[in-house]
Structures are given as structure tokens and as C-alpha cells.
């Protein structure tokens, strides 16, 4: 990319932010309900109620200690409640943060839509593919801007690595490495709940569409990636931000096989989830890789695009290119066969929340629209379906079904608890 077009490329997601902020200013508030006041739900919370176009009018969470406390970051401006149902009945809310646990995700951004709301759902989108169709659909259907926390997405820096590669600038990238790594060992606990159930939980609103199951609590708040009936382990928490780049960067909507191992081998301590998984997917001329390791830290960077000319490194904080050398027959240089290049990154959060309250305004579809963030969900399910299954599984991207497998298909959908419903 020459330093003209890098230039205007960032102006261009300067000026996205800037107008958001001017065209959905003082005279036109936009107002915000949250749903799951978790961590990172009170996090995105925040950024939200740093933009001065936006007003704070409802929060919900089924733990009063978490309500509380995203009731006091809008300085009390919000009111509390403990069902979503009766947030979205609210008609001065234009649009909602979706940060409950994973296994919410599909049915509060559908009642949501319903309701006439925009909406920022968190990833892992959700934990199966019909679920994301239906996402999708009732998206389209109402009319809504539905952005997911794919911050990524919305990177300056990302956007100019994608140009990169899809450019040819670090040759012809034929394999991608990701993984997410760290060392929890000896295992993970509850942390703010004891062993009884206390009164400010609300335990079966908790499980709402998941199996009813006694209380457990080291089954909510954080560690609940770690059982299957909410979410899907490290393959869908991080595998949902650094898969996203690699898809993107490929211009593809889905692999064309998967395969998948892992087990929880080292940590016992009541999750499901695996502590080492490795996942392989094959996309036309590339192979793309995941890692997920909770035993052991060793090199924790992220993602990796091998180029024939150079490797880049990509993150958060900027990426960096490392020249190849070619020493293959009928060369005669050890000359590089590029220069290195490097460039920072940052901000996240603030341009991805620039980009939903600015396609808020316009109508058109974010950065992280639905439908990217449903074709990179299934990836991640894919990934666990394989690894169950201990089969190579082949997906059909039109049909959205795993071919000539009944049994991946079963383990990709599971029947909600009565009454919950995806169904009007």
C-alpha cells in the first residue's frame, strides 16, 4: 500500500468517527440500554457512555452486585432491571449492549430486533449456526444495524495489514498461524460466589435457554466458557477475534474442511472445555491454524501470515513484517526479499463503537455486520464440532449444514429450555 493510499485510508476512519460524534450530537441523543453488566459488558458500557451523544437509560443483569455497579458508572442515570424483556419494552432506548453469557447471545439480539432496537452483541456470537442464521435474519428483517464485538474490525492498523496481504505485499500467503495462549494451571474457581445460592441471583434466569442444572458457581460470571451449554471454551472466546482476521484477510465465507483435537488434559477442575486444542482449517491455496493452550504460556503472539517475501505479525498494538530470505535452487543472494515494515495500532474499542453509533445514523452496515460476524462463528463451532466428533468435517456454506455427517449436524444444534423460543 503506498503512503498515499495508507493516508487516505485513515482519514477515511478518521472521518467515520468524527461524524458520528458530529452528526449524532447534542440535539440527537442516542439512547443506550446495556444487557449483562459483567466485565466486559460494564467495560463497553463505558465507552459507550464516554461519547457525549450518548445517554445512559437502562441496564439489566440477573446479579444485583453487577447491576449495581453498571447502575453507578451511568452515575445513576439508568434504571436496573432483572429481565431483558422489560428493558426492551422500554420505548426511549434506540439500542442495546448484548454482553450477557454466549448462550444469551442469539435470543436477546432476536428480541431485540423485534423490538424495534439496533444492537451491539458481544462474540462469540453464539454457540450454533441456526442460531446466527436467525440473527441474521431478524437483522435483515427489521431493519436493524447489528454490530459484534469483533474490535478488530474497526483497527486502522488491521484494515492496512488486510490491504497488505490481499495486495500481494508480503507474497503469496499460502499458510496462517493463531493461537491463544497462557499458563492457569491449576485450574480456575469461583471467585465472588460461595456454595449457596444467594438472593441476588436470579440462578434459573441465569441458565434461561440452557439445561436446567443445579447451582454451580463456578458455572456463572467468568468461568462459564468453560462449560459447553454456554459457551465453547478459548476455540470460541479468542478463536472469534483472531479467525475473523484470518477470513477476512482471505476473502472467503467459510473453510472448506476442519479438523480438530484437544482434551481438558491438565486442569480438573469441573469445566468441560479443552486446556490444548489445535484446529486445522483448509481454505482454497491456504491452511489456516489454531492453537488454544491454558497449560502453558510459551510465545503468546497471536497471529501470523506467511508470506513468501515476509511474515507478518499481527496484534492489537500494530503488526510487523520480517523480510524472507529465498534460498531455494537458482538463487544466488541471501538479499531480503523485501524490506520490514511495521506500523502501531490501538483504540479499539472507541473506533468500534464510532462505526456502530455512526451506521446508527446512516443505515449502513458496520464494520462487524452480522452476517461477518455468523460466518466466523461458525468457524469456531466447527472447530469444537470436529473435535467431538474426531471426524474431518466438510461445510457447506449455502446450505450451512456439515456434508454427510448427521451426527457433527446433531452436535451443532441443541433445543432450548421451555418456554425459550427463537420462534415469534
Known sequence: MSNDTRRAFSAGIAATAWSSQRILGANDR?????????????????????????????????????????????????????????????????????????????????FACRAGKDVYVEKPLCLMPS?????????????????????????????????????????????ITTHWTRNMMPGFRPLEIGPELPPTLDWDMWLGPAPKVAFDPFRCLYNYRWFKSYSGGQMTNWGAHSLDIARWALGAKAPDAVASFGARFAIHDGGETPDVQQTIYSFPNCVVSWVSREISAGNTTLLDFHGTKGTMTLTREGFT????????????????????LKETGGNLDSLHVDNFLACMKSRQRPNADIEEGHRTAVMCQLGNAAMRTGRVLRWDPDKETVIGDGEANRVLHWDYRPPWSLSE
Not at 460494564?42 to 457525549?52: A, I, M, Q, S
Not at 513484517?321 to 523485501?338: I, Q
Open 30 to 110: 442516542v439512547r443506550i440500554g446495556l444487557i449483562g453488566c459483567g466485565g466486559r459488558g460494564r467495560g463497553l458500557w463505558r465507552t459507550f457512555l464516554r461519547k457525549p451523544m450518548v445517554e445512559p437509560v437502562a441496564a439489566c443483569d440477573v446479579y444485583e452486585p453487577n447491576l449495581n455497579r453498571a447502575i453507578q458508572a451511568s452515575e445513576g442515570k439508568a434504571a436496573g432491571f432483572r429481565d431483558f424483556r422489560r428493558l426492551l419494552e422500554r420505548k426511549d432506548i434506540d439500542a442495546v449492549i448484548v454482553a450477557a453469557p454466549d448462550h444469551w447471545h442469539a435470543l436477546q439480539t432476536v
Open 131 to 175: 442460531e446466527g442464521r436467525a440473527m441474521v435474519d431478524a437483522a435483515r428483517r427489521y431493519n436493524r444495524i447489528v454490530q459484534v464485538g469483533s474490535q478488530q474490525r474497526s483497527g486502522v492498523h488491521y484494515a492496512h495489514a488486510i490491504e497488505l496481504i490481499r495486495g500481494g505485499a508480503i507474497g503469496a500467503v499460502h499458510h
Open 321 to 340: 513484517v520480517a523480510p524472507e530470505v529465498w534460498t531455494g535452487a537458482g538463487t544466488n543472494s541471501k538479499d531480503a526479499a523485501m524490506s520490514p
